[in-house]
């Protein structure tokens, strides 16, 4: 059973940056496919960034340019790096994981309880 436990969320101010963390365990993030998703509220989940076991990355439009995926093998722990935040980009974060290569599909098996962004303007 993989375990997903995320962290760094937080308020900024618009134009400001974070590091969210997704702690993985019960696998290794070498042998996952896993991503970054986002909800607001009213909204669908929304994927932002996947990567694959051979670190091919696929980002969504919304967030190309702004947010960086990595991993860090040695902590078995998975990043977002957000930057030039946006008031819009206020939601909940999530990261998710699954043996299967979803990309930026919300069909993965394991999900973390999510790490809140707040980002004013």
């Known amino acids: 059973q993989v375990q997903l436990v995320e962290s760094g969320g937080g308020s900024v101010q618009s134009g400001g940056s974070l590091r969210l963390s997704c702690a993985v365990s019960?696998?290794?993030?070498?042998?996952?496919?896993m991503a970054w998703f986002r909800q607001a509220p009213g909204k669908e989940r929304e994927g932002l960034v996947s990567?694959?076991?051979?670190?091919?990355?696929l980002y969504a439009g919304a967030v190309q340019g702004r947010f960086t995926i990595s991993r860090d093998n040695a902590k078995n722990t998975l990043y977002l790096q957000m930057n030039s935040l946006k008031p819009e980009d206020t939601a909940m974060y999530y990261c998710?994981?699954?043996?299967?290569?979803?990309?930026?599909?919300?069909?993965?098996?394991?999900w973390g309880q999510g790490t809140q962004v707040t980002v004013s303007s």
């Open positions: 998710a994981a699954d043996l299967i290569a979803w990309r930026l599909l919300p069909n993965y098996k394991d």
């Open positions: 019960g696998d290794t993030c070498t042998n996952l496919y």
């Open positions: 990567i694959d076991r051979d670190s091919f990355r």
